[in-house]
């Protein structure tokens, strides 16, 4: 599996754990801030390790990364629309 499958991997099983825990009866924005939370602890976890934290800078990099895969997801879905409709 190269990178890109192990990517949409992993995506997709946290998609399916968002999914089971909606139809437990879980809100959707309940789910999707608990996701962004726990992205957010492992992000931390990932850069600073169990004892550490991110310094502001490190808030910033790991912002601007949310903010270009969020941008990229747009993109792409806004092309799947369009040929779509096509």
């Not at 599996?1 to 991997?9: I, L, T, V």
């Not at 808030?59 to 096509?86: C, F, G, P, T, W």
């Amino acid at each position: 599996m190269d990178d890109r499958e192990a990517h949409n991997h992993c995506t997709n099983k946290f998609i399916e754990l968002a999914n089971e825990l909606k139809n437990e009866g879980h809100e959707s924005q309940l789910v999707s801030a608990a996701l962004m939370a726990a992205s957010g602890i492992y992000t931390t976890f990932v850069t600073a390790g169990n004892a550490g934290g991110l310094e502001p800078s490190g808030v910033d990099k790991v912002v601007m990364s949310y903010r270009r895969n969020l941008e990229h997801i747009q993109k792409r879905k806004k092309e799947e629309s369009e040929k779509a409709a096509s």
